[in-house]
């Protein structure tokens, strides 16, 4: 459509030229004619029509690539929040499967399941499950934690397992404020089930770290360490 207006203007400019030509011959003498100057006017507004589309249609071509560029932008960073959540997951699913084996990587599983989920909600709502398939590796971690606090002696294990649990708590600033936007996106998508699975997992997770530094105090004073 802009380029039809951009012809019509340009075929009008050209009739309107050959139109002046005609009217002022140059074999006749000057004078003054109604005739020519409406021939002229007609000439000048034309010119200033053919000016203003070409403005417009250049500006339009300018906006056009503008907003091809936003788009594809945001698919990218989209599609980045994806991979990267991708990538989390996998990196938890790659230690849980030598879980057995190991003694001071469960809360590194948590946080990487985390942050995967933190991701996934970064790209949108077409990511629900994935978020449910983090949560409940979550879960199986959270249980291993709560399984570790209620053993009598879990206080005196070795280092390893003692700074695991340290690693559990979470405090870190980052932490703390992507948790907050996984509770702001759940909520503002009405992912009701998907946000009371996320809320109780973090509220056992600090309860179980809560009875485990009781313990803990209880022990060092006992000990005398």
Known sequence: MKKL?????????????????RTFPSKLPLGFDYLGILVGILALLTTVLLAWQLINYLSFEDRLNK???????VIYKKNKEYMQGIVNYSEAFALMQKINSIENEHAN?????????YHFC??????????????????????????????????????????DFKEFEFN???????KSNILWFLKENKKT????????????????LRKFNKKRIIYEKESGE
Not at 67 to 73: F, L, S, T, V, Y
Not at 193 to 208: G, Q, Y
């Open 193 to 208: 089930e998907l946000l009371k699975e996320f809320k109780d997992l973090e509220d056992r997770r600090l309860e179980v």
């Open 5 to 21: 207006s951009l012809y019509i203007s340009i075929l009008a400019f050209i009739i309107s030229t050959i139109t002046l030509v």
């Open 67 to 73: 907003k091809i560029e936003e788009a594809q932008d």
């Open 172 to 178: 870190d600033d980052d932490f703390i404020s992507c």
């Open 109 to 117: 599983i948590y946080r990487s399941m985390f942050w995967a989920i």
């Open 122 to 163: 970064n790209y949108g709502i077409d990511t629900a499950d994935n978020i449910r398939e983090s949560l409940e590796a979550m879960k199986l971690i959270v249980s291993y934690f709560e399984d570790f606090e209620r053993e009598p002696n879990c206080c005196c294990y070795n280092s390893y397992k003692l700074s």
